[in-house]
């Protein structure tokens, strides 16, 4: 007897996972300060800790989208509940530099599997025309947790509790969504011929496949790489950092309440050159801003990243869809590793620059201030980028309104 799929339990449990997700994302960027005193670590090995938060992600969602179909998104989040709760606990008890990869390795590694499981799962459960409205809801949740996370941490660190205190917090939505996705039945596939790992990979080899990867490198970083760094770059800007991430996350939250909306209105690649835009001018404030005029850069920042994730996914979704869960575990994974990839080489950008202004005499508060604005200045050429590409995307494959793209159509494209 086949069992009803209950859409909105599911749906509801992917809401928490990518809160837990959020939580270790927001949570970790305000303990990095009390983690470098207490560990007396550089800002390199601090980047390279956060590389391991997105290093594992990127691991767990091709291995997830590889085997999505053959095991299910049911044991996938098993693993990711797995996954998080070692994270969690040796955090904790890392006691080192050592400890501290290992765990946060495991945190990304359950991280990813979420994603692996839930955009899948999301894009079977929903028609096409509310695809996009579901997946910036089930996405909106990630910078909606980021800004709990981030008042959270502030207020507990204020309060005077300990970094290993803030990171138990983690627990708290790992229990419930574990709750939630227990003996639960899962959606089948909606696309005639995507469990086949043959046509995934076929229409992964499109041209507009491999474009919108390269796009989706720039597009995470472009998102995490200034707010993985809030904290340490904006210390002595004249803003609270953590207020700060809170503001962007919360104009994340907001915006991505009403993706669907707003890509019906302006079109997928709108959308990503649009945003692209306004990304590049909040990071050029930021930049060059001190004081209260950095939360009204904050609102500018969190409007440009805000659509553009859920607005990828759903273009690889809607646009190459034979592509599957594969395709979609791939994009994601893509933006992960190259944020991965990155966490060193802008804590290495920050020391440099850091050693440059102290060479010229500069001190305290002033030293970081400069520093961190230069840091960010560099910064700025990821979003640029993304002008130029999502500008050539626009005219090449134009900016149709979701609810006229004929999927198994788009998933024609040539062969290279």
């Keep these: 007897m086949t069992q009803t799929v209950n859409a909105n339990r599911l749906f509801n449990a992917s809401c928490l996972a990518i809160i837990t997700t959020a939580f270790s994302f927001s949570i970790r960027a305000g303990i990095l300060p009390q983690l470098g005193s207490?560990?007396?670590l550089s800002a390199e090995q601090l980047g390279f800790i956060n590389s391991m938060f997105f290093f594992g992600f990127p691991i767990s969602m091709v291995i997830?989208?590889?085997?999505?179909?053959?095991?299910?998104?049911?044991?996938?989040?098993?693993v990711a509940v797995v996954a998080h709760t070692l994270g969690i606990l040796l955090t904790i008890y890392a006691g080192g530099y050592m400890g501290l990869l290992i765990s946060t390795f495991f945190i990304g590694f359950g991280n990813g599997c979420t994603?692996?499981?839930?955009?899948?799962?999301?894009?079977?459960?929903?028609?096409s025309n509310k695809l996009n409205k579901?997946?910036?809801?089930?996405?909106?949740?990630?910078?909606?947790?980021?800004?709990?996370?981030?008042?959270?941490?502030?207020?507990?660190?204020?309060?005077?509790?300990?970094?290993?205190?803030?990171?138990?917090?983690?627990?708290?939505?790992?229990?419930?969504?574990?709750?939630?996705?227990?003996?639960?039945?899962?959606?089948?596939?909606?696309?005639?011929?995507?469990?086949?790992?043959?046509?995934?990979?076929?229409?992964?080899?499109?041209?507009?496949?491999i474009f919108i990867f390269c796009c989706m490198a720039?597009?995470?970083?472009?998102?995490?790489?200034?707010?993985?760094?809030?904290?340490?770059?904006?210390?002595?800007?004249?803003?609270?950092?953590?207020?700060?991430?809170?503001?962007?996350?919360?104009?994340?939250?907001?915006?991505?309440?009403?993706?669907?909306?707003?890509?019906?209105?302006?079109?997928?690649?709108?959308?990503?050159?649009?945003?692209?835009?306004?990304?590049?001018?909040?990071?050029?404030?930021?930049?060059?801003?001190?004081?209260?005029?950095?939360?009204?850069?904050?609102?500018?920042?969190?409007?440009?990243?805000c659509f553009n994730w859920p607005t990828v996914i759903g273009f690889v979704a809607q646009r190459v869809p034979l592509s599957g869960a594969l395709g979609m575990s791939i994009i994601g994974g893509v933006g992960m590793l190259s944020t991965s990839i990155f966490q060193p080489i802008i804590g290495r950008w920050i020391d440099s620059s850091h050693a440059e202004y102290s060479a010229q005499g500069l001190t305290g508060p002033a030293l970081e201030l400069a520093s961190g604005q230069a840091t960010l200045a560099t910064m700025l050429t990821f979003p640029i980028i993304l002008i130029v590409a999502f500008a050539v995307l626009w005219f090449w494959a134009g900016n149709p309104k979701p609810g006229a793209v004929e999927e198994m159509k788009v998933a024609e494209q040539p062969q290279l």
């Excluded at 989208?65 to 044991?75: D, E, L, Q, T, W």
């Excluded at 009403?258 to 945003?275: A, R, S």
């Design 38 to 40: 207490e560990f007396n």
């Design 64 to 78: 997830g989208g590889i085997v999505y179909h053959s095991v299910g998104p049911k044991i996938i989040m098993q």
């Design 115 to 127: 994603e692996a499981a839930c955009n899948p799962m999301i894009a079977d459960m929903y028609s």
């Design 134 to 209: 579901m997946l910036g809801r089930f996405h909106m949740w990630f910078p909606g947790g980021i800004v709990l996370g981030s008042l959270i941490s502030k207020f507990m660190t204020d309060g005077g509790f300990s970094w290993q205190t803030q990171i138990w917090v983690l627990m708290l939505p790992t229990i419930v969504y574990a709750f939630l996705f227990f003996g639960q039945p899962f959606p089948r596939p909606k696309v005639e011929g995507v469990t086949s790992l043959a046509k995934n990979f076929q229409a992964m080899l499109t041209p507009l496949y």
């Design 218 to 305: 720039l597009t995470a970083i472009t998102e995490f790489g200034p707010n993985q760094w809030v904290n340490v770059v904006l210390s002595s800007s004249g803003a609270d950092p953590m207020l700060v991430l809170a503001l962007t996350f919360g104009v994340m939250t907001v915006g991505r309440l009403f993706t669907g909306p707003v890509v019906d209105m302006v079109g997928q690649t709108g959308i990503l050159l649009f945003g692209a835009v306004l990304a590049a001018i909040g990071i050029y404030m930021f930049s060059t801003v001190t004081g209260p005029i950095a939360y009204f850069a904050a609102v500018i920042f969190g409007l440009g990243v």
